[in-house]
C-alpha cells in the first residue's frame, strides 16, 4: 500500500492504479447497496437494469485494467482509456444513483471522486466544468424523483448542488497546485538527472542509483562503453557531427537495452555506463553482442559522405566491493577492450581466464 501511494504521489500512471481499484470497490459497494434496497422493495425493472449495468462496468473496467497495465504509457489506447475514464463514470454514477434511491442514495459522495479525478487532467477548469455537469444531472435526477412521488426535498437537493460546486471549486484550486508543483519538481529533477545532449541519465543519477544498488545488495552487473576513436570523428567532422553521433548512439544504447532489465548512463564525454540488473550471465552477452553490433551498423551522414563508429565494452559484476572498486573494475575492462583492437566487450572471466 505504502508503494502505490509512493507511486500515485510520483506518477500520473500509479494515481490510474488507485482510481482503477476504487472502481472496482464501488462496484461491489454498489451491489450490496442495491441488494439491500432491492430486498426491502424489490422491483424486477430496476433488478434487470442494474444487472445490466454491472455486466457493463465489468467489461469496461476489466478492458481498462488491460490497457492500464498491459499498453505502453502515452500511447494513444492508455490516453483514450485512462483520460476516458471520468466520461464512464459519469455516465454510470447517474444510472447507480437513479437505481439505489435517488437523491437519497448512500452512493451520491462518489461524485466528489470523480471530480478529483478530472481536476488530474483538465486543472480548475475541468473541475468545474465537471462540477456544473454533476449538478445538471442531479438536478434531472432531482426533479425525476420529486415529480413521481409528488414531493420537493429542496432542503436536501439545495445542499448536495453547493457540496458539488464546492468540491469543484476547492478541489480544482488544490489539485491544480499541487499538479504545478508535481510538474516544476519533474523539470528540476530532470535538469538534475538527465543529460542534456542525449536525453540519458547523467554522471550524477548514474552515481546515486550505484551507491543505492550497491547498500540494497542487489545483483547486477555495472558495464563501460566507450566510442572507439571518437576524437578522430570530432577532428575529421566537427564537434557538431559528434554531438549528433553521441545523441544516435545514445538513442540505440537506450532502445536496445528492456527498461525492466537495466539503465543507460552518459558517464561522461563519449562514454557509456550501463546498469544490468540481473544475475544471468548468458542475458548480459547477449545485450551486449547485440549493442555492438547494431552500432557497428548505424550509419552517420556529414557533407554528403556516411561512416559508422565501433564501440568497446568492460563488463563487471556486483560483488562485495566498494563503488569506486567496481567502477574501476569496469573501466579497467573497458580500456583492456581498447588494447585488444577496440570493438569488442571484454567481461571479467574473460580477463581471469586471460
Not at 543519477?205 to 558495464?223: A, G, H
Not at 548505424?298 to 565501433?310: A, I, L, M, N, W
Amino acid at each position: 500500500m505504502k508503494r502505490l501511494v509512493k507511486q500515485a504521489y510520483q506518477s500520473d500512471h500509479g494515481l490510474e492504479i488507485i482510481f482503477s481499484s476504487l472502481r472496482w470497490l464501488f462496484l461491489l459497494l454498489s451491489i450490496l447497496v442495491f441488494y439491500i434496497q432491492y430486498k426491502s422493495n424489490p422491483v424486477d425493472l430496476y433488478l434487470y437494469l442494474f444487472i445490466t449495468l454491472v455486466i457493463f462496468g465489468f467489461i469496461y473496467m476489466a478492458l481498462s485494467d488491460l490497457c492500464l497495465h498491459l499498453t505502453p504509457e502515452n500511447s494513444f489506447v492508455y490516453n483514450t482509456m485512462t483520460k476516458g475514464g471520468p466520461f464512464f463514470d459519469y455516465i454510470s454514477y447517474f444510472a447507480l444513483i437513479a437505481l439505489t434511491g435517488g437523491i437519497y442514495s448512500p452512493l451520491i459522495p462518489i461524485a466528489y471522486l470523480i471530480i478529483l479525478h478530472v481536476t488530474v487532467y483538465w486543472k480548475f477548469i475541468g473541475g468545474m466544468i465537471a462540477s456544473l455537469l454533476f449538478m445538471v444531472g442531479y438536478t434531472i435526477v432531482f426533479m425525476i424523483q420529486a415529480s413521481n412521488k409528488l414531493s420537493y426535498d429542496y432542503m436536501t437537493y439545495s445542499t448536495q448542488l453547493v457540496f458539488l460546486l464546492l468540491i469543484g471549486f476547492l478541489g480544482g484550486i488544490v489539485v491544480s497546485r499541487e499538479r504545478q508543483l508535481f510538474t516544476e519538481k519533474n523539470v528540476l529533477e530532470n535538469l538534475a538527472n538527465k543529460d542534456h545532449l542525449t536525453n540519458l541519465h547523467n554522471h550524477r543519477s548514474f552515481q546515486e542509483q550505484l551507491r543505492v544498488s550497491k547498500e540494497k545488495n542487489l545483483v547486477f552487473y555495472l558495464v563501460f562503453a566507450d566510442i572507439d576513436e571518437f576524437k578522430k570523428i570530432n577532428d575529421k567532422y566537427g564537434h557538431v557531427v559528434g554531438d549528433l553521433v553521441l545523441k544516435k548512439i545514445a538513442k540505440v544504447l537506450s532502445t536496445n537495452i528492456p527498461q525492466n532489465v537495466g539503465t543507460v548512463y552518459r558517464y561522461g564525454g563519449e562514454e557509456f555506463a550501463i546498469l544490468l540488473f540481473t544475475d544471468q550471465y548468458c542475458l548480459v552477452e547477449r545485450l551486449l553482442e547485440n549493442l555492438k553490433l547494431k552500432i557497428s551498423e548505424e550509419v552517420h551522414y556529414c557533407h554528403g559522405g556516411k561512416f559508422s563508429v565501433t564501440m568497446s565494452f568492460g563488463c563487471s559484476k556486483n560483488g562485495s566491493e566498494e563503488p569506486i572498486q567496481l567502477i574501476e573494475e569496469a573501466d579497467r575492462l573497458l580500456y583492456e577492450a581498447k588494447r585488444q583492437g577496440r570493438n569488442r566487450i571484454i567481461h571479467k572471466q574473460e580477463l581471469k581466464s586471460g
